[in-house]
Nanobody
């Protein structure tokens, strides 16, 4: 079993920055991929960024490339998403998620943290 808990959400003006953290516990050795997803009001959940634990290779959605950075520290205990140059369209609930297989097969989800970007 794996548990993921997000923190660091809040409100920021467009152009500002936020840093989200994901605390991972449980059977972390089973995870090969940890990523971030987001869901805006009235929209479907979308993948934002992720990292593969075995080689630290990262993946980013086109909409956040060059602005967001994902990293992993303390083995699999924490995963950080640094968000710069935030836009209003970045607003949503951000979820941390883990997979035993890959980016498109998520097995575990956090409860989410709200990010609000105002103009």
């Amino acid at each position: 079993q794996v548990q993921l808990v997000e923190s660091g959400g809040g409100s920021v003006q467009a152009g500002g920055s936020l840093r989200l953290s994901c605390a991972v516990s449980g059977a972390t050795h089973s995870l090969t991929y940890i990523g971030w997803f987001r869901q805006a009001s009235g929209k479907e959940r979308e993948a934002v960024a992720g990292i593969y634990s075995f080689n630290s290779q990262t993946w980013y959605a086109d909409s956040v490339k060059g602005r967001f950075t994902i990293s992993q520290g303390n083995f699999k205990a924490t995963v950080t998403l640094r968000m710069n140059s935030l836009k209003v369209e970045d607003t949503g609930i951000y979820y941390c998620a883990g997979s035993r297989h890959g980016r498109t097969d998520i097995d575990f989800w956090g409860r989410g943290t709200q990010v609000t970007v105002s103009s």
